[in-house]
């Protein structure tokens, strides 16, 4: 999987949670879109659900199991969830150590 893939499924993922949240306002998502940073459009609780769907998805569409969710994401001195951009290149570094 490469890195233009996986920034579709991690956007595509993210639409799919917004669009079963009425309440959301739809904002046009691409690889700027802040997540759990200053002027994200969605709450703490929107990206725990978008973390396990995207989880999900990588591990049964594509073969990735990994764990977004780890000591090792939370530490990290630039968090992977502060955009889009910021996880694909953070799923990719964990999907090319697998």
């Given at each position: 999987?490469?890195?233009?893939?996986?920034?579709?499924?991690?956007?595509?993922?993210?639409?799919?949670i917004?669009?079963?949240?009425?309440?959301?306002?739809?904002?046009?998502?691409?690889?700027?879109?802040?997540?759990?940073?200053?002027?994200?459009f969605?709450?703490s609780?929107t990206l725990?659900?978008?973390?396990?769907?995207?989880?999900?998805v990588?591990a049964?569409?594509?073969?990735?199991?990994?764990?977004?969710?780890d000591d090792?994401?939370?530490t990290?001195?630039?968090?992977?969830?502060?955009?889009?951009?910021?996880?694909v290149?953070?799923?990719?570094e964990?999907?090319?150590?697998?």
């Open positions: 999987m490469n890195r233009e893939e996986i920034k579709q499924t991690v956007i595509s993922v993210l639409i799919s917004i669009n079963d949240m009425p309440d959301l306002e739809q904002e046009e998502i691409n690889e700027s879109t802040l997540l759990l940073s200053e002027g994200s969605i709450d609780l725990v659900s978008f973390i396990v769907d995207l989880e999900t990588l049964n569409e594509y073969d990735i199991d990994i764990s977004l969710t090792r994401a939370m990290r001195e630039k968090s992977p969830y502060d955009s889009i951009i910021a996880l290149e953070y799923i990719d964990l999907a090319g150590e697998q």
